[in-house]
C-alpha cells in the first residue's frame, strides 16, 4: 500500500470517533428507556431461553456496545500510529506538512498559509516528507462500518 494511502485514513479519524461515540450514547439513553412493565395477569414473557423481552434487548446492546468500543479503540490506535509515522520525518516544517494534511484535512493552500509558504513549495514538502517515510510492519487499515 502506498504511503498516502495509509495517510488518508487520518483525515476522518476524528469524525469517525465521534461517530462511534455518540452511537455508544444512544444505545445507553436506549437501554434506560426500555419499559419493565408487568403484563396483566402477572407473568412476564419469556422466550425459550428463560430471557424475558428486555433482557435480550439489553443483551444485543451490550454486544453492540462491545463491538463499537473495539472499533474506537482500533481507530484510535490507528491515529497513534499514524502520529508515529509522521514522526520518522525530521525536519518540522515537513512533518507539519503531513499532520495538517491527513489529520486536519488540510489543503495545500491552508497549508501555505499556515507556513508562509507559497503552495508549489508545500507540495514540494508533501513530496520531501512522503518519500521519508516507511510504513510499520504492523500498519493498520481499517474500514469505517456504519
Known amino acids: 500500500m502506498k504511503v498516502e494511502t495509509y495517510l488518508k485514513q487520518g483525515i476522518m479519524l476524528d469524525q469517525r470517533i465521534n461517530y462511534q461515540l455518540r452511537k455508544l450514547a444512544e444505545l445507553r439513553e436506549n437501554a434506560c428507556s426500555i419499559p419493565a412493565v408487568m403484563p396483566k395477569g402477572g407473568k412476564v414473557q419469556t422466550s425459550p431461553d428463560g430471557n424475558a423481552p428486555f433482557v435480550r434487548a439489553l ?22 500510529q499514524i502520529r508515529e509515522v509522521i514522526g520518522q520525518v525530521e525536519d518540522d516544517n515537513l512533518q507539519m506538512v503531513l499532520a495538517f494534511k491527513y489529520l486536519e484535512g ?16 508545500i507540495i514540494r514538502w508533501h513530496r520531501r516528507a512522503i518519500n521519508q517515510i516507511r510504513l510499520p510492519e504492523d500498519a493498520i487499515f481499517t474500514r469505517f462500518r456504519l
Do not use: C, P, Y
Open 106 to 121: 488540510m489543503s495545500f493552500e491552508e497549508i501555505g498559509e499556515i507556513l508562509h509558504a507559497a503552495k508549489t513549495t
Open 59 to 80: 443483551m444485543r446492546m451490550e454486544e453492540q456496545e462491545e463491538r463499537i468500543n473495539r472499533e474506537i479503540e482500533l481507530l484510535v490506535e490507528l491515529k497513534d
